[in-house]
């Protein structure tokens, strides 16, 4: 059982989600929001920054790649690391240097004096800390609360960001025609403000499961070979690799799609990122209330039809009215697929590799998103590259229905 545990008044029904019940979680929920809205906030400026800065498609890839690059590099590292150290102290350090990266894009930007170079050298310092902290900031819920109540609350996560992608970016849309993208690189610098308060000051020091003396490059082994050997882990690496470098992949191209397709500004940019949120707030809803880890199988099939139609839809669009409730399917696919996948790593495999294991998901997911994106901004040189992105949504689709049929994934159902 791990470490912290919730009250046993958690098992009774409330107007709340039960994992709300528990007090380090709640406030570390909480304390999530500010920066998940600046997050929101800074995605939308940074292409809208990159676009106008260059004109050109390639540079929003690269910058979305330098990002992305580092969680190739550096997230099994971090897993191995989370599996060591205390994953407080690990956020601690982390997250000070993401608000501080942020600090320095708005520096960048409120003085005019960006280039592509200083912003690509920006965008890798915030990646590298990114990809060290998302293994431990994942790993972090399942210790904060008991096994049956981790759907819940990675549910909750979920309702979290896509209430914040509602939010974040229509206030991105306001700044960005007012005063320009610096001020939404600041708001989230100033956000990261919050979850070090608590982190300080609510969050528990939970002792890692691994022995210090492990050490990280036996402990990276140790991870790897047990992904090898479990066909449940090898399944959700796979659908993960699918929807990050073929689907999630587009996002960085939605100013472009804004401009070309639809012949839009700012203000219709932060429209288009605020209404993604509204399927994955109806879908996280949904799951944090009533969701069970025996549904997270059909959860991951048919949240890939879902994402699938939405995406394919979004690159036929030319009118809001169209686009608009596309980017809410893709939302709703998107969050049952993740809620489901990451779910599965976080309670049916070994927690003294948890770490590890979410610090190899991240290295999928989070690594080859911005390479998905480098390499849909090269295809737009031999076909269209809306086209290519609708060929890469099909595929989306077929490796989640895979993923839900392997035995080993529906076997984790029915037990």
Do not use: K
């Not at 380090?24 to 920066?35: D, G, K, M, N, S």
């Not at 608590?198 to 036996?218: A, F, K, N, W, Y």
């Not at 804004?258 to 399927?279: I, N, P």
């Not at 989306?396 to 037990?415: M, N």
Request: hydrophobic content about 55%; aromatic content about 6%.
């Amino acid at each position: 059982m791990d470490a912290c545990q919730p009250p046993a008044s958690t098992s009774r029904r409330g107007v709340l989600p039960p994992v709300l019940r528990v007090r380090p979680f709640r406030w570390y929920w909480l304390a999530q929001w500010p920066v998940l809205i600046g997050t929101w906030m800074q995605i939308v400026a940074l292409g809208y920054f990159v676009y106008q800065l260059t004109h050109s498609q390639t540079a929003v890839g690269i910058v979305a790649a330098a990002d992305g690059v580092p969680a190739v590099a550096l997230s099994l590292v971090g897993g191995a690391v989370a599996d060591r150290i205390s994953r407080r102290r690990i956020l601690l350090v982390t997250q000070t240097v993401l608000g501080v990266s942020s600090g320095a894009l708005a520096v960048l930007a409120l003085t005019g004096r960006a280039s592509l170079g200083s912003v690509i050298a920006v965008a890798l310092i915030f990646g590298a800390a990114d990809a060290v902290d998302l293994p431990s900031r994942q790993a972090l819920v399942a210790d904060l609360v008991e096994r049956d109540l981790v759907v819940s609350a990675v549910a909750l996560g979920s309702v979290a960001m896509s209430t914040c992608r509602i939010i974040g970016p229509a206030l991105a849309g306001q700044l960005l025609v007012s005063v320009g993208p610096g001020y939404c690189f600041l708001v989230l610098a100033l956000a990261y403000l919050v979850p070090i308060a608590v982190l300080l000051t609510l969050v528990p020091d939970i002792p890692p499961r691994v022995h210090s003396e492990t050490g990280v490059g036996r402990g990276l082994r140790a991870g790897m070979a047990a992904a090898v050997r479990d066909p449940l882990v090898r399944c959700v690496v796979i659908c993960a690799a699918a929807l990050s470098f073929f689907g999630v992949s587009y996002m960085p191209y939605l100013p472009v799609f804004a401009s070309t397709s639809l012949h839009g500004g700012g203000a219709e940019l932060g429209l288009l990122y605020s209404t993604g949120g509204v399927g994955g707030l109806a879908a996280g809803l949904l799951i944090a209330r009533r969701g069970r880890p025996a549904a997270r199988v059909r959860m991951l099939g048919a949240g890939g039809v879902v994402y699938a139609a939405g995406l394919v839809t979004l690159t036929r669009s030319h009118s809001l009215g169209l686009a608009l409730p596309a980017l809410v399917a893709i939302s709703f696919g998107f969050l049952a697929m993740n809620t489901s996948m990451s779910t599965l790593l976080q309670t049916d495999t070994d927690p003294a590799l948890r770490g590890r294991l979410l610090g190899l998901y991240t290295t999928t997911f989070a690594g080859l998103q911005p390479l998905g994106t480098l390499v849909y901004g090269l295809v737009s040189h031999l076909v269209p590259l809306f086209d290519a992105i609708a060929a890469g949504a099909v595929l989306v689709g077929l490796a989640a229905v895979w993923t839900a049929t392997r035995p080993a994934v529906r076997h984790t159902a029915r037990r």
